[in-house]
């Protein structure tokens, strides 16, 4: 792979975690700041935590380690599952401030000098007493470690222990946490770590980031907007999330080139983002044509218009890919088969099949063809590859 787009991809995953962090971690400080949250978890332990002004260092290097481990880790798998699970933690967390907010018990000493009150001054800037349970610093100290353990060898590797742990540890000596919020932190972690597993990264890209944005989504339009508008939306994006989970590929019910209205009661948001997509890449677009001939016979782009609809052959047989854009009118006739398949996910072979065996029935007999999908980007010219590839098999064989 080459090194400067592997880069790219780790810088991208590093701006993604920090805009959702953020996005979401001021508004629900601010949220509890305005609801003047004065519950505290603090127990009779906690009173017995004696204040450390020099752990200020380490409290404030979980930042830097946040950043690091997007450029330390080794593989792409790797830096796809440290990149989710923090992420999964952040708004996971966050969602959780808003849902149980809660204020530190103890003021902490104003008199405090050195670096160690540079550190503070910059905190009193940026946090507030709230975002208490879980802690994201050490939730984000547990998520760093899985990533690292297997980096790094020998005293690094202690070194690395060490360090975590005292940047866990710096929460309580800080007065930032209370150990119950140490102890939701190390659950969130572990639930993080266990959420997204190694090896499965790709199969469920789409539907982790449909989960990822329903939270924000809960977070910004229900949490602080009160919206129930949003709240519908977060409640589509879920379902969308579990039909790619599920790799259910009909899940929008799309009958005879059109949506039946539980769809659109269901999963609008979804719906109404694809629509919006598919006009700004026909505004991107408008010079070019919306189709293509790969092969005698077959043409494969995007879901047309009426008006480019009929550039297409008399008589042609259309096969649509697209679940999430209803089909033009004149192309709904009885030439018109629909076989959905989920988009920006790989589809079973068994999904494949009947696809690529009415195609080349169809070109076999030599009717016109045209398959498309949303935007004409992946799933069309991927069932055209494969038609291209069994047909040069076949020839091999008949040659050989």
């Not at 450390?52 to 690091?68: C, D, N, Q, R």
């Not at 677009?285 to 005698?296: D, G, K, N, T």
């Amino acid at each position: 792979m080459d090194r400067h787009v592997l880069v790219r991809r780790r810088a991208g995953h590093l701006l993604l975690n920090w805009l959702v962090f953020a996005c979401c971690y001021p508004l629900a400080n601010l949220l509890a700041e305005r609801g003047q949250v004065t519950r505290s978890l603090a127990t009779g332990l906690d009173a017995a935590i004696p204040f450390l002004p020099w752990m200020a260092v380490p409290y404030a290097s979980a930042g830097l380690l946040f950043s690091l481990v997007f450029f330390a880790v080794r593989s792409d798998e790797a830096l796809r599952v440290a990149s989710r699970r923090l992420l999964l933690a952040t708004v996971a967390g966050c969602l959780l401030f808003a849902v149980l907010p809660a204020r530190f018990g103890m003021v902490r000493p104003a008199d405090v000098g050195g670096l160690p009150g540079l550190v503070f001054a910059w905190l009193d800037l940026v946090d507030r007493p709230y975002n208490q349970f879980p802690s994201l610093h050490v939730a984000y100290c547990a998520i760093v470690w899985c990533a690292l353990r297997t980096v790094l060898r020998g005293a690094l590797r202690r070194l690395l222990c060490a360090w975590l742990v005292l940047v866990a540890a710096s929460t309580l000596f800080t007065w930032q946490h209370h150990l119950a919020d140490v102890g939701g932190g190390l659950l969130l972690g572990g639930a993080c770590a266990w959420a997204v597993r190694p090896g499965a990264t790709r199969r469920h890209a789409v539907s982790f980031y449909y989960t990822i944005a329903a939270g924000v989504l809960a977070l910004v339009g229900v949490a602080a907007l009160h919206s129930w508008i949003a709240a519908w939306a977060v409640a589509g994006l879920l379902l969308v999330a579990l039909a790619y989970r599920r790799r259910h590929a009909g899940f929008l019910s799309k009958h005879a080139g059109r949506h039946r209205w539980h769809a659109w009661l269901l999963f609008w948001p979804y719906l109404a983002g694809y629509r919006l997509t598919w006009m700004l890449v026909r505004l991107r677009e408008r010079h070019r044509a919306p189709f293509s001939q790969p092969l005698p016979g077959v043409w494969m782009g995007r879901r047309l218009t009426a008006r480019e609809a009929a550039g297409l052959p008399p008589g042609c047989h259309v096969i649509d890919l697209c679940g999430e854009l209803p089909e033009v009118a004149p192309l709904l006739h009885a030439r018109y088969r629909h076989f959905p398949l989920l988009d920006l996910q790989a589809p079973r072979p068994s999904q494949l099949r009947p696809v690529l065996a009415l195609l080349a029935r169809l070109q076999d007999d030599g009717h016109p063809v045209y398959v498309h999908c949303a935007m004409g980007y992946s799933r069309s010219r991927l069932i055209v590859r494969l038609h291209q590839r069994r047909n040069r098999r076949c020839l091999s064989r008949s040659t050989s």
